[in-house]
């Protein structure tokens, strides 16, 4: 199968020809239809991820068709339409048996703990509790993006935010999660405040259903955002994970609001220092938020059928499979409007 590879770190990925994939007796092999280029695997290429072991295929926003099935796999078949979580539960552990995959103690994530979906093939372990069943109106290139960005921004709204209508909702960061958890937490009710520093994403945003938009190299952030709510946020996402985003994000919160942090801190930004006195002095919040649960994908595609969400939208640049070394290299310097997608391979 035809692969995107890279056998040391910082170093250009290449298209090559490498083994197909096989599934194992609890797992499928794919054929992959569409796979997301995400900040995620940049961090990965970059070396900051040390569950990456050498030569690497990355990859782990999918969608695609089940290809080959192991035998103790019951639950699908070949041909099936399906997308994964980047995050798989191993089934057994503790964390699994309660319902929290997206924490798993012994998870594995394609791209990541093995070979991911940017090759024409992927292998997907624990098929039976991972693999989330797609509509047939829906195009893969869109179900690509709902594996990380979308799925874990509605998480970090829905499950972790409880965000109601009425509220204020400030999200640090109009990329691919930034851009969803604008558009989910306009769906809830709420109203949204989106903060960037590309005109272009403040504009999409405020298209998405954001009341307000800021850019944060033009304004005290913070204070920008207390003006506009008349007290502050009641939850903040920093969805870009960065020392001045997750900062701001805490200091714009009105006292016992909540800061949601979805954005990855790793490298130079793994330990960033916090303002504890405005979080210990007003009862602030702070919550993780890692990915969604296969289970919980019902909800999130109910909103989308219902026309409530309309992640479509937030598909942007779809390129082909040698088009990705470059693509992936550059996310750190150069995010496109919208989530950018292998669609030919």
């Known amino acids: 199968m035809k692969a995107v590879l890279f056998e040391k770190f910082q170093e250009a990925p290449k298209l090559v020809t490498v083994d197909d994939a096989r599934p194992q ?8 239809a569409a796979a997301g280029v995400c900040r995620s695997d940049w961090h990965g290429w970059m070396g900051h991820d040390s569950d990456i072991d050498l030569p690497h295929v990355p990859g782990h926003e999918l969608a695609g068709v089940v290809e080959a099935v192991g035998k103790d796999v019951t639950n699908w078949k070949v041909g099936d339409k399906v997308t994964v979580p980047f995050i798989c539960g191993c089934g057994s552990c503790s964390e699994c048996h309660a319902g929290h995959q997206q924490v798993c103690l012994h998870q594995e994530q394609p791209g990541f703990t093995h070979w991911g979906s940017f090759a024409e093939y992927v292998g997907i372990h624990q098929a039976d509790l991972n693999l989330v069943a797609l509509p047939e109106s829906m195009n893969f290139a869109t179900a690509a993006s709902l594996g990380c960005r979308f799925a874990t921004s509605f998480r970090a709204v829905i499950d972790q935010g409880k965000v109601r209508a009425g509220q204020w ?6 990329g691919g999660v930034g851009l969803s958890a604008v558009m989910i ?3 809830a009710g709420a109203n949204v405040i989106g903060v960037d520093l590309d005109p272009a994403k403040l504009n999409l945003a405020k298209d ?3 009341v307000a938009v800021i850019n944060g190299g033009e304004a005290d952030v913070p204070e920008a955002i207390k003006e506009i709510t008349r007290g502050g946020a009641h939850v903040s996402l920093d969805a870009l994970g960065h020392p ?6 805490i200091l714009c919160l009105r006292p016992r609001g909540k800061h949601i942090q979805v954005g990855l801190m790793l490298g130079e930004h793994a330990a960033p220092a916090v303002p504890m006195p405005k979080i210990v002095g007003q009862e602030i919040e702070l919550l993780g938020s890692h990915g969604m649960q296969a289970h919980r994908y019902g909800a999130m595609l109910d909103m989308v059928a219902s026309g409530k969400l309309d992640p479509a939208r937030l598909v942007g640049a779809q390129i082909s499979l040698a088009d990705a ?3 992936l290299m550059s996310m750190d310097k150069f995010q496109s409007v919208g989530a950018t997608v292998i669609t030919r391979f």
């Open 25 to 32: 007796a609890h797992g499928v092999v794919l054929k992959v």
């Open 169 to 174: 909702v400030a999200v640090h960061g109009c």
């Open 185 to 187: 937490a306009a769906a």
């Open 208 to 210: 998405l259903g954001a």
């Open 244 to 249: 001045v985003t997750m900062t701001n994000s």
């Open 325 to 327: 070394p470059e693509a």
